[in-house]
């Protein structure tokens, strides 16, 4: 296992609110250069006369995967509108670096593939995680090999040849929280990887409590508007230079336009939480007192994120909603609405599925900035056209109007080893 870098920030600027950080991180030399919005570099290619000096750049770029000084040689090497992107998450994450790709999973895919490379393919993870995460993790694709455990098996599921420890939270779909600090100190010097997409740097900096790998789908609230598609991970530099060497091998570069288009949504970011959050958080208190929801499922730690479980037919909610739209994905500033035991995490085992609280009545909502009431008037016609359900035989139902995103997710249930497995299913979005 390898030594844990210095997770300090490496920054020029004084220490700055996050508000302002998201409007200035990887905008700061624009003033100098005579520019006001940041220029979008489309050049897939760069010339050179001095073919020399470009040999030694780039045996250096494959020696050491660092960032490459003066003019760029290659897109897949790096690019100027995406290294501006860069530069502003890691500053929003309290990170030395980021490095951009093409999805969320692509960033996932280069994190596995560079502890693989080093002889370390054994993972341990804690579900749930979003259901392609749990997938690529368990099928085996990349020669990986996953122990899932509850938060307290974390320290004994370890083994010589662990490379990472994986964590989403608050967790898809559940909204289930774990202590990152604690899991931090359980890791030892196996790196912590956090999947940060749904709390975004606004409601938490996983950095600042042990964890070395933060992940992103910045498809979601770092863009914002459902108009790109991206995926990000804040880590130490000598993490970065690792994944910059994958990312050129394999090719899952961000693109401009989309660099451009996320760099323009974290300025956003943090309005488009604190709003969404508030109304998410209204919305939860609603549901809660609402006698056709058996259970919601929301974070103590805040956030856009509700799920909640019905008592009749949740296809019918889906089907009813009006000014909500019923689509895979979050984050945007309308609402999304989805059935996960459907869609987002259809190619998990359904047995391990259920174990981890995603059942076939949990229906999840990411919240956006329309008006509350508006939100929750097509909420209350959807749900009554959910038809007859009635409590469960047991009241296991019954019993749970309540908030359950509590920290330490799943328990009781014990660290076991999952191989590559088919499955005939297959999802579509987070």
């Known amino acids: ?21 998201a409007v200035h991180a990887g905008r700061d030399d624009l003033a100098a250069l005579g520019l006001h919005a940041p220029p979008i570099d489309l050049s897939t290619t760069y010339p050179s006369y001095d073919s020399r000096g470009e040999a030694e750049r780039i045996d250096t770029f494959a020696a050491t995967g660092a960032r490459l000084e003066g003019p760029p040689v290659y897109a897949r090497l ?28 692509a960033a996932l895919t280069a994190v596995l593939l560079v502890r693989a490379s080093m002889g370390l393919r054994h993972v341990v993870a804690v579900r749930p995680l979003y259901g392609c995460s749990d997938h690529l993790l368990g099928a085996g694709l990349l020669g990986t090999e996953v122990t899932w455990t509850d938060p307290a098996g974390i320290a004994e599921a370890l083994r010589p040849d662990t490379g990472l420890v994986m964590v989403e939270t608050p967790a898809n779909p559940t909204l289930a929280e774990v ?18 997409t749904f709390a975004t740097p606004v409601l938490q900096r996983p ?18 508007h459902g108009d790109v598609m991206g995926g990000v991970v804040a880590c130490d530099e000598e993490f970065a230079a690792r994944l910059r060497q994958v990312r050129f091998a394999t090719g899952g570069v961000l693109h401009p336009m989309a660099g451009y288009l996320l760099l323009r949504g974290l300025a956003t970011l943090p309005v488009r939480v604190r709003a969404a959050s508030a109304s998410a958080a209204e919305l939860s208190r609603r549901l809660k007192a609402d006698p056709r929801i058996a259970r ?26 009006r000014l909500v739209t019923p689509a895979v994905s979050l984050g945007s500033v309308d609402t999304l609405i989805q059935h996960p035991a459907s869609i987002s995490h259809r190619i998990v085992d359904e047995g391990d599925r259920q174990a981890s609280g995603v059942g076939d009545r949990l229906l999840r909502m990411s919240v956006g900035l329309e008006d509350v009431e508006d939100l929750w008037a097509d909420l209350c016609q959807a749900l009554s056209s959910q038809g007859p359900g009635g409590r469960e035989e047991g009241g296991q139902h019954g019993v749970g109007r309540q908030d359950v995103g509590q920290k330490g997710g799943v328990s009781g249930r014990p660290a076991r080893t999952a191989a590559a497995n088919g499955r005939e299913s297959h999802p579509a979005g987070r």
């Open 1 to 21: 296992m390898d030594t844990e870098a210095s997770m300090a920030p490496s920054t020029t600027t004084p220490s700055r609110a996050l508000a302002t950080e």
């Open 78 to 105: 790096d690019n100027p509108t995406t290294a501006r992107f860069e530069t502003a998450l890691a500053r929003l994450e309290g990170a030395q670096s980021a490095v951009s790709f093409a999805s969320g999973m």
């Open 179 to 196: 202590d990152i600090r604690a899991i931090a100190h359980s890791c030892g010097s196996v790196p912590l990887l956090v999947d940060n």
């Open 207 to 224: 950095v600042e409590h042990g964890a070395r790998v933060v992940l992103h789908s910045a498809t979601k609230y770092l863009g914002g």
């Open 296 to 321: 919601v499922h929301y974070p103590k730690l805040g956030g856009a994120m509700v799920s909640f479980e019905v008592y009749g037919d949740p296809h019918r909610v889906i089907s009813a909603v």
